[in-house]
């Protein structure tokens, strides 16, 4: 590994450290200023291979995708309530810091399937929605206007404060769904849904991912589309990393990595006909 990728891993280790000290991660100037370091310093054009991390460093990052779970959970939440505060809250969406980001994302995520599916899918699930599913209400008031957005989640206080802020629109609230499940527990309604995205922070490590995914080719229509948010080079610090050689059930269609400020990969795969 050379001395350019070396400086950005001690980079991250150093953010990490100071990170993890912190008495909690809730939305503060410290919290704040510390994770947009983090996201800059790994959206640098240098590659980072992190299957090349000694020991150390891949467990740092381990601990590191967690702290960062859990902290764009109380982000997201903390701006739910915001947005939701007021008469119309999808007036005010644009308020969250990464909404920019969420735009890009899904454009990039519908342009995919645009050139997979022959037709706009009917009805979508998205797992691992939130308490601020703006992919969905992207995807659904920009792109695709007719079809049906079912979004999982295991938190039922994350759903309903998602349901806060699209209920106050009666168009969209007829197409938005909230369902408070754990997705390990779903079976037979999956069969419905013509794509199912699943979230980048479903699934915190390797195994607990490809545990999801197995269960979801044991539960998907042949022939359903599976949009996964992966991570690659440096990204890898703050998302897991999707192996397509892991998608056992599934053939994979299409792999976008971004060279902008998008931070997740997208992974499009089929789920097999004989399944």
Known sequence: MG?????????????????????????????????????QTCMSQCHVDITELNEREQAMRCKLIKLCGKAEGLLESHFATLIGSHDKPLNHIKIFPYYSNYLKLSQVEFS????????????IAFVGSGPLPLTS???????????????????????????QLVSSDPELSKRM????????NVSSSFKQYEVVFLAALVGMDKEEKARVIKYLSGHMAPGALLLMRSANGARAFLYPVIDPCDLQGFEVLS?????????????????????
């Open 177 to 184: 769904f909230f369902h408070t499940a754990d997705i390990m």
């Open 112 to 123: 995919m399937l645009n050139k997979i599916c022959s037709q706009a899918p009917k009805h």
């Open 137 to 163: 209400i992207i995807l659904a008031t920009d792109h695709l206007r007719t079809t049906c957005f079912h979004n999982f989640d295991i938190d039922p206080s994350a759903n309903a404060k998602a349901i």
């Open 3 to 39: 001395c350019q990728e070396q400086q950005l891993i001690e980079k991250v280790c150093d953010i990490y450290d100071k990170l993890s000290r912190l008495e909690n991660l809730n939305p503060s100037k410290q919290v704040n200023s510390l994770f947009a370091q983090l996201v």
């Open 255 to 275: 792999i976008f990595h971004p060279r902008d400020d998008v931070i997740n990969s997208v992974i499009i795969a089929r789920k097999n006909s004989q399944g």
